[in-house]
């Protein structure tokens, strides 16, 4: 005798389907991994960038003293990174060429060279004059080793200014000086050559009845 299996309406429940699902906090970690991995990178490649955002300058081995020549036997190359380009150009930079340049004031052992502390020989050979200018005269960031034309410009209305020297050297200046009646004065000292020498008493009589004014040069 054969069984024969009944069939009828309900059969059994049929196993749901497998389907791949994704993990959607998986997708989430995978993102935020990517995300770090640039930022890494491109902390990376601004951190190389800047590796070599330095400017090499000059810095004294031992104290140098006024007058004497600049070589390398007395300095020493730094690389140092300034905040501003201002302040970069204020340094004697190594590529400059030392001939020929002497101490034009006194510089510390280890101290950066500064450019105005770097001139020529030949203005140490030069006469001194001293000249008491009005802040409204002369460029405010006016600073030792500046080229300047030097005019008077007379105190009588309708007076036409006169130049007294072209091309001098400024060798000192001091800081702001009689603050009075809401004016400043600057005690600055030219170097004045040899055929400068001539026009001194001319330009004094015109100092005396003017007011002297400081014109940069480029250079």
Same mark, same amino acid.
């Given at each position: 005798?054969?069984?024969?299996?009944?069939?009828?309406? #309900?059969?059994?429940?049929?196993?749901?389907?497998?389907?791949?699902?994704?993990?959607?906090?998986?997708?989430?970690?995978?993102? %935020?991994?990517? %995300?770090?991995?640039?930022?890494?990178?491109?902390?990376?490649?601004? %951190?190389?960038?800047?590796?070599?955002?330095?400017?090499?300058?000059?810095?004294?081995?031992?104290?140098?003293?006024?007058?004497?020549?600049?070589?390398?036997?007395?300095?020493?190359?730094?690389?140092?990174? #300034?905040?501003?380009?201002?302040?970069?150009?204020?340094?004697?930079?190594?590529?400059?060429?030392?001939?020929?340049?002497?101490?034009?004031?006194?510089?510390?052992?280890?101290? #950066?060279?500064?450019?105005?502390?770097?001139?020529?020989?030949? @203005?140490?050979?030069?006469?001194?004059?001293?000249?008491?200018?009005?802040?409204?005269?002369?460029?405010?960031?006016?600073?030792?080793?500046?080229?300047?034309?030097?005019?008077?410009?007379?105190?009588?209305?309708?007076?036409?200014?006169?130049?007294?020297?072209?091309?001098?050297?400024? &060798?000192?200046?001091?800081? &702001?000086?009689?603050?009075?009646?809401?004016?400043?004065?600057?005690?600055?000292?030219?170097?004045?050559?040899?055929? @400068?020498?001539?026009?001194?008493?001319?330009? &004094?009589?015109?100092?005396?009845?003017?007011?002297?004014?400081?014109?940069?040069?480029?250079?």
């Amino acid at each position: 005798m054969v069984d024969t299996a009944v069939r009828s309406g #309900f059969g059994a429940p049929a196993a749901p389907a497998q389907r791949n699902r994704k993990a959607r906090w998986k997708d989430g970690r995978l993102v %935020l991994g990517v %995300l770090l991995v640039a930022i890494t990178a491109l902390a990376g490649a601004k %951190l190389l960038s800047s590796a070599d955002d330095t400017t090499t300058i000059w810095a004294a081995k031992h104290e140098l003293k006024l007058g004497t020549p600049l070589t390398t036997d007395d300095l020493t190359t730094v690389r140092v990174r #300034f905040t501003s380009s201002d302040d970069s150009q204020r340094y004697l930079s190594a590529d400059a060429a030392l001939e020929g340049l002497v101490v034009g004031r006194t510089v510390g052992p280890g101290e #950066f060279v500064p450019k105005d502390a770097a001139v020529p020989a030949s @203005d140490r050979d030069r006469t001194e004059m001293p000249l008491s200018v009005a802040t409204g005269h002369l460029p405010s960031d006016t600073a030792v080793g500046d080229l300047v034309d030097v005019w008077v410009v007379p105190k009588a209305e309708g007076q036409p200014a006169r130049p007294l020297w072209s091309s001098v050297r400024v &060798l000192q200046i001091d800081s &702001l000086k009689g603050v009075a009646g809401g004016s400043a004065r600057r005690q600055i000292t030219v170097g004045l050559t040899q055929s @400068d020498l001539p026009r001194i008493p001319s330009a &004094l009589t015109a100092i005396s009845a003017g007011e002297p004014t400081l014109v940069r040069k480029a250079g």
